[in-house]
């Protein structure tokens, strides 16, 4: 059962203030803390590390250089992208930048937003290569040390970025973590299926059938970021899934059991409805990371698993629609990776 909740005009009350132009505070702490709480109370879980008090983060903002670059990638958005930034420029606490990549929209997004927010933002307007090289733009571009990304139909309530740079500040040798969420679907509040659940730590083997770190959570360190060479450009989906698995390879993601992400789905515009058997992007990805032979025994069987899982679901799926070579392709590939995942050999291709 869901229930209906008026998530974005009641989100935006608590992190818009009157003005054009973009304030890093927009009111005290204490009343965005409160304004949140009334939209979403925090969920009740099992402990996982803890992120320290918000009030530590301040510390770390003492100098005024920028600490944390947040990447907002667009593409035709013009009004969902500006309730995007509205919910940056409410982040207390942290000394951030914003930097919107607008990947080559034809609505006037970039001139809205650059009239509205003027010097608070920073705009680049580039051709359309889609959100991956949008992305990979942003952060180099960018300046900070820590790296958060937000899609451009989501949203953040207040404290999030205070949270994570805590969270860094207390822990320094974390890479990267992720905050909760909470799901609106076509302005419907749901609550997502326990398979979708967020885990902590060493979440590789539950992160290969479907994608458990989400862009708009998550924030990391320039380094790794760099180390792991950012997101791969040629996928046109599904390149969030494989920047996750090329990280969870060696890095744990930590999990800030706190909601504090407004994630929005159900439009026409969203990639999941604009290509068939998204599998097709994750087979690629899960086909990179193993010719890499980087992998642990104990990961590289669990990556062939899932492969020829997900190739078998892709060759049914081809078949029906009429794709005989297609369709082949993906059997054999299943044929190979069930044969391998038994006899522990790894296929050379």
Same mark, same amino acid.
């Given at each position: ?86 919910? $940056?420029? +409410?982040?207390? %606490? ?7 990549? @607008? &990947?080559?929209?034809?609505? #006037?997004?970039? =001139? ?26 942003? $952060?180099? +571009?960018?300046? %900070? ?7 451009? @139909? &989501?949203?953040?309530?207040? #404290?999030?970025? =205070? ?26 509040? $749901? ?159």
């Amino acid at each position: 059962m869901t229930r209906r909740v008026q998530a974005d005009d009641r989100t935006l009350a608590a992190v818009r203030r009157p003005g054009r132009r973009c304030n890093p505070l927009p009111t005290t702490a204490a009343e965005l803390r409160d304004a949140a709480g009334t939209i979403l109370p925090l969920q009740q879980r099992e402990p996982v590390p803890p992120a320290p008090a918000l009030s530590s983060a301040v510390h770390v903002v003492s100098t005024g250089l920028v600490i944390v670059s947040v990447v907002i990638p667009t593409y035709n958005r013009r009004a969902v992208v500006r309730e995007a930034v509205v919910s $940056v420029c +409410a982040q207390e %606490g942290v000394a951030r930048e914003i930097i919107v990549v @607008d &990947d080559g929209s034809s609505d #006037g997004s970039a =001139a809205a937003l650059q009239h509205e927010f003027g010097t608070g933002i920073r705009v680049l307007r580039t051709a359309n290569h889609g959100v991956a090289a949008a992305r990979n733009l942003g $952060v180099a +571009a960018s300046a %900070g040390e820590l790296i958060a990304f937000l899609d451009s @139909d &989501d949203m953040w309530l207040p #404290g999030k970025l =205070a949270a994570q740079v805590a969270f860094f500040a207390a822990h320094p040798e974390a890479q990267i973590c992720q905050t909760a969420e909470v799901w609106i679907r076509n302005g419907v509040r $749901v609550n997502p299926c326990a398979h979708h659940r967020k885990p902590s730590g060493d979440i590789f083997e539950a992160s290969l059938l479907l994608c458990l770190v989400s862009p708009s959570a998550v924030m990391l360190r320039r380094s790794l970021f760099e180390r792991v060479g950012g997101f791969d450009e040629s996928l046109a989906a599904c390149e969030d899934y494989d920047l996750w698995l090329r990280i969870l390879r060696t890095t744990p993601v930590w999990l800030i059991d706190r909601p504090l992400v407004i994630k929005r789905g159900g439009h026409a515009d969203q990639l999941s409805r604009r290509f068939w058997g998204m599998d097709r992007f994750r087979v690629a990805a899960l086909l990179r990371l193993l010719s890499g032979g980087n992998l642990t025994e104990s990961q590289q069987a669990a990556a062939q698993r899932v492969l020829a899982e997900k190739c078998t679901i892709l060759a049914t799926g081809a078949a029906r629609r009429g794709r005989s070579a297609e369709a082949q392709r993906y059997r054999t590939l299943a044929a190979v990776y069930q044969q391998d995942t038994v006899g522990g050999a790894h296929p050379t291709h």
